[in-house]
Every structure is written in C-alpha cells, then in structure tokens.
C-alpha cells in the first residue's frame, strides 16, 4: 500500500468521524453562533489542497473520488447551516462570504486564464489525466492514461495504457533536436520538448517543418510520472486551446489553462489530417 492510498484512508475516516459530531455541534450551536467567519471556508480550503497535491494517478481513482465526495459533504452540511438554519446574526458577513465564494468556485472549475498566453493543442491522442510540476505557474505538463492506475494495482507493472500512444506536435514550427527518446520543437514564441518517445518512432530531423496536429511518433513507457511529458521554455504564459476540459464534467474551452486532476481531451478538427507545407 502506497502512501497516498494511506492517507487518503486516514483522511476519510477522519471526515466519516468527523461530519457526526459536527452536525450535533451546528445544531447546539444555531441559535446563539454570532461568529462572523464562516467555517464552510475551510472546506474549500481543504478541497483546493486535496485536487492539487494528491495525485489521482498515484492512488486508486475511486478512493481518490470517494475521499473528493466526502469533502464536499462536509462544505454542504456548513454552507446549508450558515445560510440555512443559523439565525440572522451577521447577515452581512454571511452575504460577503458567499460572494467571495464564486470566484473561489470559478477558479476551480476552470482556472483563471491570463492574458496573451501562447497557444498549444494537446500533444496526446484521446482522452488524458493532466499533471504539471506546478500549481499556478507549471513549465512541465503530464498527459497520462486515465486508467494509469488500475483497481488490481497492475496497470503499471503489466500493461502500460500510455505505451504505444500517439503522440502530436503542439504547435506549428520546426524540429529543434532529435533524441534518442526526445524530441524538441520550435517557433518563433516557444520551444517544447516531448518524451518518453518509443525509439524509432520518431521520422523527423533537425530541420524539418511541423505543423499543428501532425503526428511525431509513439509514446514509450516507464516514465515518473507516466505517461507523456511536455516541457515549455517561453517567456509567455501557455494554455490549450480547442480542448475539453474538467475534473467532474468536462466543457469546450477555446483557450484553458490546464490544472493538476483534471481530464482533458482535444477537440481538434484536424488531427490526422496533413496539413500542405510550403515547399
């Protein structure tokens, strides 16, 4: 057992112990809380910590889900008490928090897009779990298989879902450098490296055009994090553009910013198709 699976477990219990005792508590408590700081705020808190730093694929995913589900009981059972069944004391505080609370909620669903970022497509074939090295200023991006950790735990020690993949230029440029398990492309805006590729999947040379949505090679295995990694050097923010995007529903976004969790796959009309280069 691994020791995300532990704390994960550790966590749920806590919050299955915990979610009792606190609704005994709210109702002693409702009819003589004058508190001005709602205490459904560290519910949030919580959640944003919990979908950035634990990693769905270094645990089982339902466990993960399960523990996600929990949380957001315990932010319902607050929120219901504040603006449900607690008296009209510090009403004005009750309002102000919960209009602090959307933009809360509006970075979770979808992030807050900067301005003029450079745009890329997602460089991985069919649907991916995405990881980045950072929280809100990543330069390393990870598409994986979203079954990378299967229930039987053997996902990784057998059959790699992430082997074999498709893997698609980003953008539109030129090859920069070809590896024995890398390749690096250019533009005037960017440079981006891709690997693990499968060695002698990639046909390309140093020199060669891109485009957009063109095929590079295959995806090779036994990387840490799995699946395909994507480096950026850019003084420009970057996003992804033409992408379904989300960690429980997924909406069309024409430019997103990527976050840790969550499921996104491109939208492109033109993967697959070769584009005419100019000779």
């Not at 069919?126 to 990870?142: E, I």
């Not at 993949?165 to 980003?170: G, I, M, R, Y």
């Given at each position: 057992?691994?020791?995300?699976?532990?704390?994960?477990?550790?966590?749920?219990?806590?919050?299955?112990?915990?979610?009792?005792?606190?609704?005994?508590?709210?109702?002693?408590?409702?009819?003589?809380?004058?508190?001005?700081?709602?205490?459904?705020?560290?519910?949030?808190?919580?959640?944003?910590?919990?979908?950035?730093?634990?990693?769905?694929?270094?645990?089982?995913?339902?466990?993960?889900?399960?523990?996600?589900?929990?949380?957001?009981?315990?932010?319902?059972?607050?929120?219901?008490?504040?603006y449900g069944i607690k008296t009209r004391t510090a009403r004005r505080a009750q309002w102000l928090?919960?209009?602090?609370?959307?933009?809360?909620?509006?970075?979770?669903?979808?992030?807050?897009?900067?301005?003029?970022?450079?745009?890329?497509?997602?460089?991985?074939?069919?649907?991916?779990l995405v990881w980045t090295d950072s929280m809100f200023t990543p330069d390393t991006w990870y598409f994986?298989?979203?079954?990378?950790?299967s229930g039987t735990r053997q996902a990784n020690a057998y059959d790699d879902p992430n082997y074999g993949k498709a893997v698609f230029s980003p953008l539109t440029g030129t090859v920069n450098a070809v590896r024995e398990t890398e390749i690096e492309l250019r533009n005037e805006d960017l440079t981006v490296r891709l690997g693990p590729m499968l060695a002698g999947s990639v046909k390309l040379e140093a020199g060669d055009p891109v485009h957009q949505d063109q095929p590079l090679g295959l995806l090779d295995t036994g990387a840490r994090p799995p699946g395909l990694r994507l480096e950026v050097t850019s003084e420009r923010p970057v996003a992804f553009k033409d992408v379904f995007a989300g960690r429980w529903w997924a909406g069309r976004y024409d430019a997103a910013q990527l976050k840790r969790n969550q499921y996104v796959q491109s939208d492109s009309q033109t993967r697959f198709r070769v584009s005419p280069v100019t000779q």
């Amino acid at each position: 057992m691994r020791t995300y699976d532990i704390v994960l477990m550790l966590l749920s219990a806590g919050i299955l112990i915990f979610l009792p005792w606190r609704l005994f508590v709210l109702k002693q408590l409702s009819e003589k809380d004058n508190r001005l700081f709602p205490a459904f705020w560290l519910w949030p808190l919580l959640l944003f910590a919990f979908e950035n730093t634990v990693p769905i694929w270094a645990t089982w995913t339902w466990l993960f889900q399960a523990t996600k589900i929990l949380i957001l009981a315990g932010l319902g059972l607050d929120f219901f008490y504040y603006y449900g069944i607690k008296t009209r004391t510090a009403r004005r505080a009750q309002w102000l928090s919960g209009l602090l609370l959307i933009p809360f909620l509006l970075f979770g669903f979808r992030g807050l897009l900067v301005r003029d970022p450079v745009l890329l497509v997602s460089p991985y074939y069919g649907k991916a779990l995405v990881w980045t090295d950072s929280m809100f200023t990543p330069d390393t991006w990870y598409f994986m298989a979203p079954e990378t950790r299967s229930g039987t735990r053997q996902a990784n020690a057998y059959d790699d879902p992430n082997y074999g993949k498709a893997v698609f230029s980003p953008l539109t440029g030129t090859v920069n450098a070809v590896r024995e398990t890398e390749i690096e492309l250019r533009n005037e805006d960017l440079t981006v490296r891709l690997g693990p590729m499968l060695a002698g999947s990639v046909k390309l040379e140093a020199g060669d055009p891109v485009h957009q949505d063109q095929p590079l090679g295959l995806l090779d295995t036994g990387a840490r994090p799995p699946g395909l990694r994507l480096e950026v050097t850019s003084e420009r923010p970057v996003a992804f553009k033409d992408v379904f995007a989300g960690r429980w529903w997924a909406g069309r976004y024409d430019a997103a910013q990527l976050k840790r969790n969550q499921y996104v796959q491109s939208d492109s009309q033109t993967r697959f198709r070769v584009s005419p280069v100019t000779q």
